[in-house]
T-cell receptor
Framework: GQQVMQIPQYQHVQEGEDFTTYCNSS?????IQWYKQRPGGHPVFLIQ?????EVKKQKRLTFQFGEAKKNSSLHITATQTTDVGTYFC?????????FGQGTTLQVKP | DTAVSQTPKYLVTQMGNDKSIKCEQN?????MYWYKQDSKKFLKIMFS???????INETVPNRFSPKSPDKAHLNLHINSLELGDSAVYFC?????????????FGPGTRLTVT
């Protein structure tokens, strides 16, 4: 099945700094979904990317899907303490989500 | 209104016992899932049901048996619990919309086997 590698595994930033997590696949993906899981919480759907080169924004969050549809990224501008959590990317074309370890973001106030 | 609910939220039990976790969704979705999240945050799918029919059955020990009495409910029964079963179990649901499988997760059930 399709699997993705996410980097970095952990990231500590000072509040106000930017943050980026990258999602890479060895195969072409039909689409990709991003989820956020707060500490002690459950995964919450953020967005789905479908088109090659697609860029979508949600306030301070910018999601990109690579031209070759083999990678994706999530960039957070000016992090806040509310951004703390683990961010997962997952291919979603089969209905079976394949999660990795995600990227855990810590934000120091 | 809770979209996907699970009971219990916490479950502490001894090895060898049998336990069940219940899940209900009020979103009108056709598909429900069970995931297991270990201590390293790996989130792995276990089962998926679509309109009460099993459609995904990953490599999971036979001690785990899902049951879907109707499309709004998906329960998980675990026999002869082992230490390695300790994890957080998440139920999720989705409305199949072509290629869109946005999933809604329940709050999770933290299972501790002693």
């Amino acid at each position: 099945g399709q699997q993705v590698m996410q980097i970095p595994q952990y990231q500590h930033v000072q509040e106000g700094e930017d943050f980026t997590t990258y999602c890479n696949s060895s195969t072409t993906l039909s689409n990709i979904q991003w989820y956020k899981q707060r500490p002690g919480g459950h995964p919450v759907f953020l967005i789905q990317l479908v088109k090659s080169g697609e860029v979508k924004k949600q306030k301070r969050l910018t999601f990109q899907f690579g031209e070759a549809k083999k990678n994706s990224s999530l960039h957070i501008t000016a992090t806040q303490t509310t951004d703390v959590g683990t961010y997962f990317c997952t291919p979603s074309n089969t209905g079976k989500l394949i999660f990795g370890q995600g990227t855990t973001l810590q934000v120091k106030p | 209104d809770t979209a996907v609910s699970q009971t219990p939220k916490y479950l502490v039990t001894q090895m060898g016992n049998d336990k069940s976790i219940k899940c209900e969704q009020n979103l009108g979705h056709d598909t429900m899932y069970w995931y297991k999240q270990d201590s390293k945050k790996f989130l792995k799918i276990m089962f998926s049901y679509n309109n009460k029919e099993l459609i995904i059955n990953e490599t999971v020990p036979n001690r785990f048996s899902p049951k879907s009495p109707d499309k709004a409910h998906l329960n998980l029964h675990i026999n002869s619990l082992e230490l390695g079963d300790s994890a957080v179990y998440f139920c999720a649901s989705s409305q199949d919309r072509g290629r869109s499988y946005e999933q809604y997760f329940g709050p999770g059930t933290r299972l501790t086997v002693t």
